[in-house]
């Protein structure tokens, strides 16, 4: 059964990441850099600023940090767990992907990008929503093509992803209640 899903998961993988080509390959490249969504994330702590005061900003940034510094970690111990190749590292498949990637890592169950990007979605998305009840669906939406990209550019199944933006739903709903929980019992 694991071994049909996981056969699966790479024909999903070879087609998805086949529909690439040469004339979007650079803005997928930008999608996938982490450094490129620095503008997004000033800007959703403007608006925490504007809506909630520089106290509630300044929780939210800690509390942002530990719920980016817990994806990581966790998202670390599962590859190292797993020890599940990425794409780009499966000799039979070298031939046959697009690989765009600046680097490869060992192993990719599950994707960081994935879970990160979609834990500061729901974290921001939810925190937000009563001022902005549309952000939380662009910012999933963000976070699904962020995902995106890390198959576009070879380094990481579909599973990979899937597990990814679960890991970083939950991760986010919880550093957003922890957020809540905090401002009503410090900042009343």
């Known amino acids: 059964m694991l071994e049909q899903l996981l056969q699966y998961d790479k024909e999903l993988f070879l087609f998805l990441n086949n529909l690439g080509s040469d004339t979007w390959d650079g803005l997928w490249l930008v999608i996938t850099n982490k450094w490129s969504f620095i503008p997004l994330y000033a800007l959703l702590l403007f608006l925490i600023h504007k809506k909630f005061g520089m106290k509630t900003m300044w929780m939210a940034i800690v509390v942002i940090a530990l719920m980016i510094t817990f994806t990581d970690q966790i998202t670390n111990l599962f590859k190292h767990t797993f020890k599940r190749p990425r794409p780009c590292r499966e000799e039979d498949l070298l031939e046959v992907i697009r690989y765009l990637a600046s680097r490869c890592g060992r192993y990719g169950f599950f994707s960081g990008h994935s879970s990160n990007s ?14 902005y009840k549309n952000l939380i669906f662009i910012l999933l939406f963000w976070s699904s093509v962020v995902a995106y990209s890390r198959i576009y550019v070879g380094v990481h199944y579909p599973l990979d992803i899937v597990c990814g933006l679960t890991f970083g739903a939950i991760s986010g709903f919880m550093f957003y209640k922890l957020l809540v929980f905090l401002k009503k019992k410090y900042l009343r």
């Open 118 to 131: 979609m834990a500061a979605a729901v974290f921001a998305g939810l925190l937000l929503k009563p001022y």
